[in-house]
């Protein structure tokens, strides 16, 4: 299973041995759900000293928080421990590797699913959406309401009825997940090149209920 920084750039990948076991009834909001996994973590010498449970926790965390995991998410927090077995001691390294079960909140939305977002910038090739702590958004052009045309300053403009409704940057809108991909880190890549996204999610606001939240107020 790949595990993916979400955050530095450019990104870069770990490997780990991960058994991802089951996702869990979703919960808080559809967007997010709890995956069961298991891993052999090693825990440094300098953290024995701790609370067993505090000390993996903590590696868990540093392992996992804001990465993606291929089809599983983006991990947004450890949930809990669920059991911890072994600790055998590498010889010549000090560390303690133990066998951990536990359950990570994940972003995980799924296709159809109606988001949240605001409107981070746009371009002929569409809209670029955040939902804060997420980014890799994006509406195509064709899956912008229609009829809408690009103006001059950069801005979609939806032509509806006579009237110019235009679709200004930091606006909230809704949108509608089309699509959610896991692309494979590329072998080279340009260092002109847009930094790599481990989680890309394709969305739509061509629909009834889609689009500026204020389009919909009355």
Known sequence: M???????????QETLEIK???NQAFIF?????????????PVPPHLLNRPLADAIKGELERLFLDKV????????????????DGGFIVPGDGSATYKVMFRLVMFQPFVGEILS??????????????LGFFSDIF????LIVQ???????GIWVWKYDGSELPLDLNEEIHFQVTNIKYPSIP???????????????????????????SWWAD
């Open 69 to 84: 995991i291929s089809n599983l998410g983006l991990c947004i927090s450890v949930y809990d421990i669920r059991s911890i």
């Open 2 to 12: 790949l595990l993916h920084p979400l955050s530095c750039r450019p990104r870069r």
């Open 147 to 153: 009829p809408s045309e690009l103006e001059a300053d």
């Open 117 to 130: 977002g605001k409107i981070e910038r746009s371009d002929a090739t569409g809209l670029h959406v955040s």
């Open 187 to 213: 072998a080279e890549q340009d260092e002109n090149a847009k930094p790599f996204s481990p989680m890309e999610i394709v969305g739509t606001i061509n629909g009834d209920g889609l689009g500026l939240l």
């Open 29 to 41: 909001r559809t967007m997010f759900c709890l995956s069961l996994l298991e891993h052999s973590l």
């Open 139 to 142: 509406i195509p052009a064709h």
């Open 20 to 22: 991802a076991i089951f």
